[in-house]
């Protein structure tokens, strides 16, 4: 069973930056996609960067399209997540996952066994 274990969350002041890891118990270019979802306080988790791994296609959400950058190294069957130029609205847990894939108008689907780390969490203060 894959296990996914998220880090590098914190709390930085806004406009700084910060990379999130998401390192797998398998090999990650295994999986169809993967993908970082996020959820803000009292809101709905929302996918907000997804990667094809055969591909390297990526897809983020107009809400953070341009300063996030998704990315993964198989060789340390890792994922990524840089987030530049952040804002107080980009607070919240972060989870990474397999098999959640972005698709079309921001659409996200399941392409089979998902796996979901457990969050990191990520404070955007002044």
């Known amino acids: 069973e894959e296990v996914l274990v998220e880090s590098g969350g914190g709390s930085v002041q806004p406009g700084g930056s910060l990379r999130l890891s998401c390192v797998g118990s398998?090999?990650?270019?295994?999986?169809?996609?993967l993908a970082w979802i996020r959820q803000a306080p009292g809101k709905e988790r929302e996918g907000i960067a997804g990667i094809y791994t055969g591909s390297g296609s990526t897809m983020y959400a107009d809400s953070v399209k341009g300063r996030f950058t998704i990315s993964q190294d198989n060789a340390k069957n890792t994922l990524y997540l840089q987030m530049n130029s952040l804002k107080p609205e980009d607070t919240g847990t972060y989870y990474c996952a397999a098999n959640f894939c972005p698709g079309l108008s921001g659409k996200w689907y399941s392409a089979g066994m998902e796996t979901w780390g457990k969050g990191t969490l990520v404070t955007i203060s002044s």
């Open positions: 398998g090999s990650v270019s295994n999986t169809f996609c």
